[in-house]
């Protein structure tokens, strides 16, 4: 029988990121890890980290908050910090464990600016998801086999984040999800629109989850290497000044929810800029170092 790794996720209160790993490992690692989390000190569950794991099919209920003193017997073959402090402050020793840091951001200090519910569990959900992909990878990324290597931030805007930055961000997931992390958000969020779910169906990416989001969410907040502006109006109306962004980029699309005409001609113009904003997201990536 292989011996499991034993994996100690770190971080300060113990409370959401690293019992999203702790989860994450248990559900899909389970095999090859025996997971642990701790803090530097113990804050207790946070109730959005278990409705958003919950949400993705992993129960992290009966998980507990404690400091790492409690798990001072266990020889850990890796601790892994997730944030900044617990890795300045871990008081374990490379000698004993192999100490890696992989932080992420902390979802309960961005969702105090939150003005809903919705929008505050959405930067939980997108830490999750964040913490998911690198739980994948494990244990290859703390061996050694497979490099730690985060991905490429992307943001794709619009007014209404309803359609064209929806598209652009499941056509980004599909064909360079590997590389890059897209995202997208509207200056003014509208739900999703029927027609674009239905014509992204019929070119087989589900855009159906996904979820109109406000650029509040995260202005200032998330460091994205691309902006990318995909209408006029949110180019015109976006702040000039763009916090903790690297390139911004304008590529305008026609607004399929703006046209006139009868449903069949309306569903083929929703087509017809799919297929452009396909065409065009396969060619940046090309263009990517």
Known sequence: MTTKLKILFLCTGNSCRSQMAEGWARR???????????????RGLDARAVKVMAEAGVDISRQRSKTLSELKEVPFDFVV???DHAHESCPLSPGKAKVVHVGFDDPPRLAQDARTEEEALGHYRRVR???????????????????VQ??????????????????????????????????????????????AVRVMEE???????????SVREYLGKVHFHHLIVVCEQAN??????????????????????????????????????????????????????
């Open 28 to 42: 899909l690692k389970g095999a090859a890890i025996e997971p642990y989390s701790a803090g530097i000190e113990a």
């Open 203 to 213: 070119a087989g990416v589900d855009i159906s989850r996904q979820r109109s989001k």
């Open 150 to 195: 985060k991905k490429t931030r992307v943001l794709f805007l619009c007014t209404g984040n309803s359609c064209r930055s929806q598209m652009a961000e499941a056509f980004l997931r599909k064909y360079g999800g590997d590389r890059f992390e897209p995202h997208s958000a509207g200056l003014a969020p509208q739900p999703v629109h029927p027609l």
């Open 81 to 83: 910090t997730l944030c």
């Open 236 to 289: 015109r109306n976006c702040p000039t000044t763009f916090p903790r962004i690297g390139d911004r980029q304008f590529s305008p699309f026609q607004d399929p929810t703006s046209f006139a005409g009868t449903d069949d001609e309306k569903l083929a113009k929703f087509r017809e800029v799919r297929d452009q904003i396909e065409a065009w997201i396969r060619a940046w990536i090309k263009n990517q170092p």
């Open 129 to 147: 998801d964040e913490i998911r992909a690198f739980v994948e990878r494990l244990p290859e990324t703390l061996t050694g086999a497979v490099p």
